[in-house]
Structure formats: C-alpha cells, structure tokens
C-alpha cells in the first residue's frame, strides 16, 4: 500500500481540498496584507482571537467558534477604528493586539483557566476538519475570488492609490472595510488549517512571491493563486511521501516558493541589466 | 457646453474635526485658466483640492465646480467625470500596474465602474491617449519601473483620458530631479493651450511655477489671496 493510499480516506480528501484551496484562493488577500503594508493586523487579529477563545473557555463555550467569533467582530472594528481615531491601521492593531492580549489574560486568572486551554486556538490541523468546516471555507474562498473579479478595478484603484480612487468617486472605505473582514476570516480559517504559527503559508506565502514577479494586478492575482496551489500540493506531497506533519510540509513549501521566487527576480533582474535598451524604463518589476 | 467659473467658492469654512482650515474663503477661477497655487506647508492647499472634488464637505458655504453645485451625491459625481486629478506621489508603489491599466483606471466612474467592465471606447481613449504622450511604447511595462518623470506623464496621461474640464495637479513635481521637473509644467501648459482644460497645481516651486501661470494664488491664514494675475480678466 503506497504511502498515497491515504488519500483515499474521507478526512484526508477534506484536508487536501481545504488546504489546496484555501492556498488558490485566500492567498488573493496576502496582496492587500503587502500593498497596505497590513502586516500588523494579522498579529492584531490573531490575539483577539486568543481573547476569544479565553471568553469561550469561562462561558462554557466552543473556544474555537468564540476565538473565531472574535476575529471576525475584530476585523469589523479595525477599518471605523482607525478611521475614526486618525490611527493608521498599523497603530490601532497594536492598540487591539495588546488590549485584547491583557483582557485575556485577566479573564485566564480570574476564571482560573489553565493557558494552554486557551492558547490551543492557535494550533489548528487540517486532519481535524469537519464537512461543515470545509464548505464554510469554500464559501469564503468563493466570496474573496468574486469579490475581486467583480471589483478588480476599483481594487486595483484603491491599491494604487487611495486618494485617487476616492477622488474619482470608488468608495474606498467600504472595499477598504470588506477586505479587512475578509482577511479576519481567512485568517481565522487558516489558523484552523495548519495553526497561527504557520498562517501566513496560506496568506502572505504565495503573494511574496508573485507581486515582484508580476506587471499588474491581474497577473499578480493568477500568479498568486497558481503559487497557492502548487505549493500546497508539493506540501502536502512530501508530507505523505516523508511522513512529515503536513502543515509544516505545506508551510516548507511556500517558505521554499519565496526562496526560489527571490533567485528567479535575481536572474531576471540579472538578463535586464545586460539586455536594457530603453533609457528611461525597464520593463518588468525590478525594484528600484 | 458653456463654461464660465471652474471653480467658484463663496464664504467657505471648513476644517478636519473641530479645527478650522478655511474661514469665509473666496475662490474664483474661470475656465481656461491655468492657476499656481502656493502657501506653507500644511496651511490647506490639499484641503482646498478635497473640497474642489467633493470629498471633503463644507461646513459653511458654497461651492461650485464647472457650473455644478457641489450639494448632492449626483452633483457631485456629474462634476467628478470632469475633473482629473494628479494625487501626491507620496505612495511608494508597490502594486504591480501596467502604464496600459495605470491610464485605463482614469476612466472609472466616468465610463465604466464595478459592473460595467471597460468598452471599446475606453480601450480607444487610452490608446489615443499613450500615442499623444509618447507613452505606447511602455503601454506594457510595470508603472512602478518606470522613471520619475515618466511616471508622472502617466499621471497626466490617466487624467486627460477622462476628457476632463479641470485638471487638478498635486505638487506633481516634489520626487523629481531638477531637470524632470522642467517637463511637467510645458505639458500641462500646451495642454492648457490646447484643449482649454483649466489647470489648478499646487507647489513648492513657486518660480518655476509662475513661468507658465496666467494667475497665482497664495493659500495663508485661512484665506486664499491672488498674488499675481497674467490673464485677462483677473
């Protein structure tokens, strides 16, 4: 019996499906993490889902739904907090990340919860999933594909730039707001899949590599999602041929994507030095 | 169609929280006019661009842009399709946008939007539009590849594809070499010439500024006062 066997096996299929499409679909919002310079909030986020999962242990309910609950209701305060106290999105994360993290922790020694009750929020696995988390994470994965064909170009207008989106008439702040929630979510979810530590394969992974590597939104988006997808099934590929835990397979895989993705910028930047020929431009993405 | 103001704005007052930037300001630009407009850091030039196209709400006063009243969401949207503006290029690129699409997106709201995609019509304009700035051969290349200066033609390039009435220029010329500087203000000048868009840019450089403005106007101490005037009548 091969060690592929497994995939034969109801739970082991839901795992692939999730993780491969989790990779293809909610990497789309790494880019907005890269653009808008979001890295904070994921930490923000994370941490009050922590604080959730800590309300959900002293109330008596499923940690995982509170840590889950709490994320999403935070992704919908970051956007009218930061608006509203001029803060960038950056400094009020840190606002929410250490507020939430102190609530939590007065609740674990009030409530007397041991820590590691609440802080099991943070390691997920993809073995674990259940059909209902599978289709809710097909859901949202179809939500964040469609909402970026359906807006590209106003999210390609607000990536660009913000103020000139605004001026021509986009409405900035309801696509600003419905990517932050969007990522809260996907954030959640990805946690589920392969833990908070290794979140980012799923999310920022794949977008590291395709911004540099690509020339518009367009390709940086299909680059994205194919980077997502190979990734996750090399990941999952080696985990079953090395017997290797299959998150961090996955996450050695995007980890290994980045590195190649950086050797391939090196090269074409290399060819471009030698090969340009229009004084003023070149064309691709070399940084500069 | 008629144009007789720009922009006219009678008795503005306006500000950010409680804090006032503008007090009972009076602003009259006719069309065709190409105006500098200078004053210190952080006195309101920007402000004054925000009210202009309507994203910024008076708290006392009237404003009006090429005839429209800047009251209603509509209103304020009739104006918009004919005003391009060049934002600060305070933003460090980092989305990967093509000169192509850079030039395209200056025609949402005007022509096409969320479900409405781009027409031929659009896609014509943009060509026509890069072949007139020079541009059609980095129709393909990454904007954030591409020199300072040319980058800024860009930028003018995705303003006029709207057709507009009223161009408004924001320090266009802050992130460039001296010598890219000297590019900008005769585009926009022959442009001006030209097509009759009325032209307002803010900058630092006085100076080099008032070489091509028929009128120049100073923003200070909540008020906007003409400091030189060429055209006729001021």
Redesign the interface.
């Known amino acids: 019996m091969s060690q592929f066997s497994v995939l034969t096996l109801p739970f082991m299929q839901r795992a692939v499906v999730a993780l491969v499409f989790s990779s293809m679909t909610l990497s789309l919002l790494g880019i907005v993490v890269?653009?808008f310079n979001l890295a904070a909030v994921r930490f923000a986020l994370m941490h009050m889902g922590l604080l959730g999962a800590t309300v959900g242990l002293a109330t008596g309910t499923d940690p995982t739904m509170a840590g889950l609950a709490a994320i999403t209701g935070g992704a919908f305060l970051l956007g009218p907090v930061s608006d509203r106290t001029r803060l960038d999105t950056g400094a009020a994360s840190a606002f929410f990340m250490t507020g939430s993290l102190a609530i939590a922790f007065i609740l674990l020694y009030k409530a007397n919860i041991p820590a590691m009750d609440a802080f099991s929020v943070f390691t997920g696995s993809v073995l674990m999933l259940t059909p209902t988390d599978m289709w809710t994470l097909l859901l949202l994965g179809t939500c964040v594909v469609l909402a970026m064909v359906?807006?590209y170009?106003?999210i390609?207008?607000v990536?660009?730039?913000r103020?000139?989106a605004?001026?021509?008439?986009?409405n900035t702040r309801l696509i600003y707001y419905v990517l932050l929630v969007f990522l809260g979510l996907a954030i959640g979810i990805a946690m589920k899949l392969v833990g908070a530590l290794m979140v980012d394969a799923i999310v920022l992974l794949p977008a590291m590599v395709a911004?540099p590597l690509?020339?518009?939104?367009r390709?940086?988006l299909l680059l994205t999602s194919l980077i997502g997808g190979a990734s996750s099934m090399v990941g999952i590929a080696a985990s079953l041929t090395w017997d290797w835990p299959i998150s961090a397979s996955v996450t050695i895989a995007g980890v290994l994507a980045v590195f190649v993705g950086q050797m391939v910028q090196y090269v074409i930047r290399r060819l471009r030095m030698q090969q340009e020929d229009?004084p003023?431009?070149?064309?691709?993405?070399?940084?500069? | 169609m008629t144009c007789g103001k720009a922009v006219e704005i009678r008795g503005l007052s306006v500000g950010y929280d409680k804090r006032p930037i503008f007090h009972a300001a009076d602003l009259s630009m006719g069309c065709g006019e190409f105006v500098g407009l200078v004053g210190p850091n952080g006195v309101g030039k920007t402000t004054l661009f925000k009210v202009i196209?309507g994203?910024l709400r008076p708290w006392a006063g009237s404003v009006e842009v090429l005839g429209v009243p800047m009251k209603t969401p509509r209103q304020?949207?009739q104006a918009?399709r004919q005003?391009g503006?060049l934002?600060?290029q305070n933003?460090a690129g980092?989305?990967?946008?093509?000169v192509y699409?850079?030039v395209l997106?200056?025609r949402?709201?005007s022509s096409?939007?969320?479900?409405r995609r781009?027409s031929a019509a659009d896609k014509a304009a943009v060509n026509d539009v890069l072949q007139r700035f020079g541009l059609s051969?980095?129709r393909?290349?990454?904007w954030?590849?591409?020199?300072g200066?040319?980058q800024q033609r860009v930028a003018l390039a995705r303003a006029i594809v709207r057709q507009p009435r009223l161009i408004l220029m924001d320090e266009p010329t802050t992130y460039l070499d001296r010598e890219t500087q000297k590019e900008i203000y005769p585009i926009a000048s022959e442009l001006n010439r030209s097509s009759g868009i009325t032209f307002v840019i803010i900058s630092h450089d006085q100076g080099t500024l008032e070489r091509y403005a028929s009128r120049m106007m100073m923003v200070t101490g909540s008020k906007i006062e003409e400091i030189s005037c060429r055209s006729s009548p001021c």
């Open positions: 890269l653009v359906i807006w170009w106003e390609n207008l990536l660009y730039n103020d000139l605004a001026a021509l008439g986009v911004l690509s020339r518009s939104l390709q940086a229009l003023h431009a070149s064309k691709g993405s070399a940084k500069r | 196209l994203l304020i949207n918009r005003i503006y934002p600060q933003q980092k989305l990967p946008i093509t699409d850079s997106i200056g949402w709201g096409f939007s969320a479900f781009p051969p980095y393909h290349y990454d954030r590849a591409l020199s200066g040319l």
